[in-house]
């Protein structure tokens, strides 16, 4: 079992940066690969960007590549999203998950651990 908890979630204005945080509690992080997704009203749920479990490989949306870096330090059980040049587009719910592959799946159906998710809204 694996707990996760975001944070770092807020309200900025577009063109501005957030940075997200998901820390991990339970099994051992690094045994996961790590992904975020984000829900905004209405929406269905979408992959935003994911990362394997030594972090070496990454991979992003086409709406946010570019834009967005996703990163991990095992050390402290701790997933990161750093969100630039943000957009009102991007205004959802955003929520980590871990997957018990090795590579970093682009597929919800794949991860088995979510977070409860932290909003993220882009004023315009």
């Known amino acids: 079992q694996v707990q996760l908890v975001e944070s770092g979630g807020g309200l900025v204005q577009a063109g501005g940066s957030l940075r997200l945080s998901c820390a991990a509690s339970?099994?051992?992080?690094?045994?996961?690969?790590m992904g975020w997704f984000r829900q905004a009203p209405g929406k269905e749920r979408e992959f935003v960007a994911a990362?394997?479990?030594?972090?070496?490989?990454?991979t992003y949306a086409d709406s946010v590549k570019g834009r967005f870096a996703i990163s991990r330090d095992n050390a402290k059980d701790t997933l990161y999203l750093q969100m630039n040049s943000l957009k009102p587009e991007d205004t959802a719910t955003y929520r980590c998950?871990?997957?018990?592959?090795?590579?970093?799946?682009?597929?919800?159906?794949?991860?088995?651990?979510w977070g409860q998710g932290t909003q993220v809204t882009v004023s315009s």
């Open positions: 998950a871990a997957s018990s592959l090795g590579i970093a799946p682009t597929t919800r159906a794949y991860y088995v651990y």
């Open positions: 339970g099994r051992t992080f690094s045994s996961y690969a």
């Open positions: 990362i394997s479990r030594s972090g070496d490989s990454t």
